[in-house]
């Protein structure tokens, strides 16, 4: 089944002479529980691509279908209940509210729809990223890595239909970043859970089912492999 | 350019808007101070210039019998300029028994004693040679100028000893063994004839405890004359020591009385006085802090929030070596900077300010205040010098923390951007019913001010100082001018004249003749009766009982008898259904005023006097100057009303009005004193009371009173104006301060945490939501300031009427009304703040905000 859908996407940044295409008429579509790598060199357009699909940001001109929703035609509130809804976003920088604990920065998105998600999905993911005994401290009494597992399940808790990643592991070791990694694998395979992510590194993407690379903005190859 | 004085300038540049913001925040308090001491040195000159008008514009003065010696005296280094003077002496114009002025007093005066006593020529001209006279219009109604009058001038004597010039009319009581009283009163003795030549005619300016008018003619030192001569010294330099050293130098001269004019020496701060220095001097004090404090609330907040903009800078010059003195020296540059332009700016702003303020006071002022002294804007730079001391006083204040807090900063703060790091689980903690009641948008916006408790503070304390102020100072001006007010809002006319004729056909003519004025839009003329009678022999309403029992009340009650004319009474009559046939020659047929509003113990009683319903009652007539009985008759009380006739507003408990017309007591009247009360309500009051004063000033045989209600209902009106323009000009500078101080926390606060709500909105936050926060922060704000605002205010308005109630009875009455409008202003404010702040982040790019490195 089709989760996602792009067509003819292109974001170009500042006008005339300044002006930056940093997406190039890029489509594509993703399946339900692909697993997907998206690599390309530095300035390449990959988070611009991925703040356009997770609704964060608007396309200079082309469409998103995310669950055959037309992202982009929703006016700015349905569109913010669109993403706590059906999207997981996942930044390099975690980006935590730092007066919430770990546990409100985790039921969020849920919170926000007034709403509490079901406890055994709770705890079930706090198990799975190791994070239940850190419930009650605040963002900044945690370490980075143990940060981008609280925002890995901030992403999660509303079980979206897509989850988008950007550089998950660029401030983590490799101990911490392999960790990680086979999280996504895990709860990619534990929940069918359709994964995006942005990445540098190699071995990431040769675990992934799919790699899309950019160049320029524009797609240069789109390889699914067969592990 | 030294690095720092480079980096500073640079960040200040950089950061032009909040640059701008702390200027402005400086440019009001220096502004403030400035505005303080511009009107206490304006008023302090109007308060001189007005002592100098009523008293002469001179520091000593000698008096010596010969005149050389005076001379010799004052040929001393401290002496500025002397001016002589000589009485000459008296002659009478007036009987001492009818008129406070018997005499006509001729002063002799050089050129500059005319300055100096500021006499001024109405006609003609100075005198300018010896025998030349200048006198009061009053005086010289019988001579034209150029006529040559002689004056039979006199020394005034007691006993045959001499009355000082300045001295009041003398008398003087002996009681002999037997008990008789002889009176003696003072005499003028050794007249000689003097000729003068009118030259002018000038203002009347005497004094009113002496007990001549003054006319003045040119100095002479050849004069003979009855009293001593007086030399009038300006002193200089005007320092208290040149006071000591005068003293000094003339402390054993024989025959020499010397006078030193402490009433306007006192406000050079020559003489030491403790009564006004220290209410003043107080009072300014009081307000210079409460400025002072409210400022260094702005300023310090001001340079926190821009040096935790330059926290990264400051950490990186730190790891680059910067030394703590030369981070610290960054905030204190920045000052310096600051200041060179903010406080001129301050000081003219403030000066301007007080001159706008003077222009549009000063007619206010002029209509209530009787001098020709005049308002106006006086600057003395010795006060703006202490202002501006003070203003970098309480900007070394507001920056010595922030500039403490530079050196500390080290590369590692910067870096890891403290700021987080700092929250702790309990410091944000929220209690669970917030998230029931208010959701998680009020949770949110809970933990926001948790967080950044110290602005929170700041701002709930300024919202605060400005809510109480506001509310006490309004309550402390409404019940000081409420009771002034009352009192005139009660009155039910604008003219009164009360009349002494001689015959009561003359009176007719003339009441008749004021009736039949253009200007009057009611009138009504009256008589009075006075009478009187017991309450034991009266049937008494409850409360009155009460009062009586209690022993508030004396054994009789006061009946005074208004007689009013015909007409006023038929109206008077129609006003309150009253049956104009009772009222027939001779039936002694009265109305009651039965209403009384009055106060025992500091309690306040309203209510009936006498039973409602018709009697007849005993009364005793008096006299209404002596008081003894003339006479004993009966009233007969056919009616009750709770409507006052003109110049009466309510009876009292002690003392009911009773009304009737002349018919009807024909036979009661005492037609020995002709006494007639006049009330009227005029189309223009000012033209009609010139009116009344030319045509009665031209009658014989009548004495007469006027009482402008309306002209003095104006001029306590303006002088409350007056009051209230600098008091709640006062609070609004004030408040100013304050509203710079919150618009600038909030809107740091706001935009500190940009990113913060990028993240919220990136997980889905709906604009609805979002400003569902914004709008719980800003009534977190409001609740919080009213919360400590109002109990604050309750208690300084019990202050106040404590206080109050030792000389007034005051209603005690919550201002309900300033409490409402302080309620709706601050959250106004907080929310126009509020909204200000956040529109420009609502639109901002999820993207890009989340991008930022604040
Ligand atoms: N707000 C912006 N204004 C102008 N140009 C921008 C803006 N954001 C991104 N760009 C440009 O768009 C292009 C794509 O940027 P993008 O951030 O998507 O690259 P990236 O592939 O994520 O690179 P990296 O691997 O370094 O993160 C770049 O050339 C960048 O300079
Ligand atoms: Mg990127």
Redesign the interface.
Known sequence: MEILRVENCSKIYGAKEAQVIALNDVSFSVKQGEFVAIVGPSGSGKSTLL?IL?G??RPTSGKVFVDQTDIYALN??KL??????H?G?I?Q?Y???????VQENIM??A????QRPSQQHFDDLVATLAISNRL???P??LSGGQQQRVSIA?ALINQPALVLADEPTGNLDRQNSSEIISLFRLLNRKYKQTVLIITHDATIAQNADRIISLEDGKIISDEVRKI | MNIIKKFTLASMKNNRRWTLVTAIGIIISVAMLSAIATLTSSFLSYIIENEKIGNGDWHVRLQHPDQNELKMKVDQPFVDTASWQQVLGFVQVNDPDQSSKPYLQVTALDSPGFIQQYIRVIKGRFPLAKGEIVMTEEQAKAYKIGDQITLNLSLRTLNGEVVPAEFGYMRTQDIASDGTITETVEILEQAVDYRFTLVGIIEDSSKTYIPAINAYTFYDSSLAAHYDPIVSIKLTPLRQSTLIEMKEVYKNSENMSMTVNSSLLRYYGMIDNQEISTALAGLIAIIVMIVMVASIALIYNSFSISLSQRTRQLGMLSSLGATKAQKRSNVFLEAFYLSMFAIPVGILFGIIGISLTLTFVEPLFRSFVTTSATLKLVVWWQLIFAATGISIITIALSVWIPALRASHISIMDSLMQRK??K???RS?KTPRWIRWIF??EGD?AL??LK?SKKRFRSTVISLTVSIVLFISVSYFMSSLFGLAKVEYENTNYDLYVQLLDSTAESATTRIDRLRNSDYVNKFQSSRIISARSYYEELPIAPITQQLYNEGFLAKSLQLPIIVIDDISFNSFLEQINGNPSMFTKDSNNVIALNIAKDSYNNKRYTGKVLDENPFTVNVELTHSESGEITKNTKLNIVSFTDKAPMGYSASMFFRVVLITNQESVASLMDNEILRYDIYMESKNDQLHEVEIREYLNESDGVRFFINNMKSEYRNISNTILVMEVFVYGFIILISLISVMNIINTITTNVQLRR??FA???????????FDKMVRFESVFYGLSSLMFGFPISLLIIALINQTMSDGFIVDVQIPYGSFVFVTLLIFTLVFITMSYSVARIRSD???DA?KMDI
């Open positions: 703040h997770g964060v940001d700015e509130s913010a209940i669109f993403r706590r809804r999207l976003l930044y920088f980006n935590l509210i730092p007066i919430l604990d969020l998105p919170l926000l729809d007034r009650l401290h605040l900044n009494q901030r | 987080d790091i929250i702790s689980a944000i959701g998680l949110l933990k926001n967080r990113k913060e993240m919220l909105r990136s997980v889905g936050m709906t604009p609805q939501s790019n999820i993207v989340l």
